[in-house]
């Protein structure tokens, strides 16, 4: 099993920047892609960015040019950094862990963890 906990989340005005990070324990190894989805209330999570064992990565592209996906294998250790936020922006955002390569959707992750909220006011 692998648990994953994210942190950074919180309240920025519109262009600041926020770095979200999330921490795998357990079995993380074996996760081959993690990714960030975000959802706001009413709404279907969606795919953010994502990336891969081997640092390839994929986004959405209504983040292209504004956000980065990094992750640190030897801490067990993926990041969001978020720059340019607008309100838009604004949803809970979630770290999710894949045993498999290149998923793209929600489905096709095994683990979640609890979400952070992101709030940008305008």
């Known amino acids: 099993q692998v648990q994953l906990v994210e942190s950074g989340g919180g309240l920025v005005q519109a262009g600041g920047s926020l770095r979200l990070s999330c921490a795998a324990s357990g079995r993380s190894g074996s996760v081959w892609t993690m990714g960030w989805f975000r959802q706001v209330p009413g709404k279907e999570r969606e795919f953010v960015a994502r990336i891969e064992w081997n640092g390839r990565t994929r986004y959405a592209d209504f983040v292209k040019g504004r956000f980065t996906i990094s992750r640190d294998n030897a801490k067990n250790t993926q990041y969001l950094q978020m720059n340019s936020l607008t309100p838009e922006d604004t949803a809970a955002y979630y770290c999710?862990?894949?045993?498999?390569?290149?998923?793209?959707?929600?489905?096709?992750?095994?683990?979640w963890g609890q979400g952070t909220q992101v709030t940008v006011s305008s």
């Open positions: 999710a862990g894949a045993l498999g390569v290149g998923t793209l959707a929600a489905s096709d992750y095994n683990y």
